[in-house]
């Protein structure tokens, strides 16, 4: 049986930074899980692992106008907050933050955060520009609305991960960011709220993505990155994909297109299209065992 926490609901900065204030008072250690709504069970992943590592849980849910670019999905992205609460109570967070457009951006809002260099300007940056200028500009006002002590991401956005654990080092912002793996579907597709997009059929093409991935990192693990970079593309317009928007083999870290300086982690990313529905999913350049 699942048993049900009372999961309380705040809609204003001050109604959060109450609640957030009282535990922290207490001594207890308060993660925040940021998402976009649409809960499934990859942010289950992430809840459970900041139930483990912290006192509290806060969940916020905003689909965030910033970091959709014009033409993107901002409009029919999903918004199922009674289904997304009962998501909530039954992984015994205590706190959603779901605040409104206006609490978020009110009138005359004005600024942006912006991370510089080419991790934001390369891969998902040159394809969505303003993109992470987005995510670092809610991500920043997330952290200093909430203050919490540590926040969690998972690794399906490995590059908003180094962006943001690039924000957290530059302004030292005085908490941890911890990262949870990417949960897949049997068939090893990354859960994404985007996957509902998907037809059966496209679903089929989409189960692909992540075998043509682990494909090219296996070939770029033993020595070959240029040729796992270069026959990439076509493998994944084979398997049924309507467009590519890049497949790269970069630093895992500074995202820089390999070759990379000796010694550094390689990362297999890219981003793929299925009709109007975007893909991306990622995996590690791991040395054979
Ligand atoms: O990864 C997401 O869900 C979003 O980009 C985030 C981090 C919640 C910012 O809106």
């Known amino acids: 049986m699942i048993s049900k926490v009372a999961t309380g609901v705040a809609r204003t900065v001050g109604a959060a930074r109450a609640r957030v204030t009282e535990w922290r008072s207490e001594r207890q250690r ?12 990859g942010h289950r992943a992430l809840i459970e692992h900041a139930r483990r590592q912290a006192d509290r849980v806060v969940v916020s849910v905003f689909v965030n106008p910033k970091q959709f670019g014009p033409g ?3 409009g029919a992205y999903p918004r199922p907050e009674s289904e997304d609460l009962d998501l909530l109570r039954a ?36 394809h969505r520009p303003g993109h992470f200028d987005g995510v670092a500009t809610v991500v920043s006002k997330l952290f200093i609305q909430i203050a919490p002590d540590l926040a969690l991401f998972g690794e399906k956005d490995w590059q908003q991960l180094q962006v943001i654990k690039q924000l957290v080092r530059d302004l030292e912002l005085p908490l941890e960011i911890l990262t949870v793996p990417t ?5 090893g597709l990354a859960l994404s709220s985007r996957n509902a997009y998907l037809t059966p ?3 089929a093409i989409a189960r692909k993505l992540n075998r043509v991935l682990q494909d090219v990192a296996s070939k770029a693990a033993k020595g070959d990155v240029l040729g796992a970079r270069g026959n990439a593309s076509s493998q994944l317009r084979e398997a049924g994909f309507d467009s590519v928007d890049y497949v790269e083999i970069a630093d895992a870290e500074t995202m820089q297109p390999a070759p ?3 010694g550094r982690a ?4 890219a981003a793929a299209r299925i009709g109007g529905t975007r893909l991306i999913d990622n995996f590690p ?3 054979p065992t």
Not at 31 to 38: D, E, F, I, K, R
Not at 117 to 123: A, F, S, Y
Not at 183 to 187: I, K, N, Q
Not at 266 to 269: E, F, H, K
Request: hydrophobic share 45%.
């Open 30 to 41: 308060v993660a925040l899980v940021p998402t976009l709504g649409a809960l499934h069970d």
């Open 72 to 74: 993107e999905d901002f």
């Open 91 to 126: 992984s015994g967070v205590d706190l959603l933050f779901a605040p409104p457009l206006e609490v978020m951006y009110p009138d005359g809002f004005a600024t942006t955060v912006s991370v510089g260099g080419p991790l934001t300007t390369t891969l998902e940056g040159a």
């Open 183 to 187: 949960v897949r579907d049997g068939e």
């Open 201 to 203: 059929e496209q679903l």
């Open 260 to 262: 990379v300086a000796e």
């Open 266 to 269: 390689l990362r297999v990313l």
């Open 285 to 287: 350049v791991e040395p």
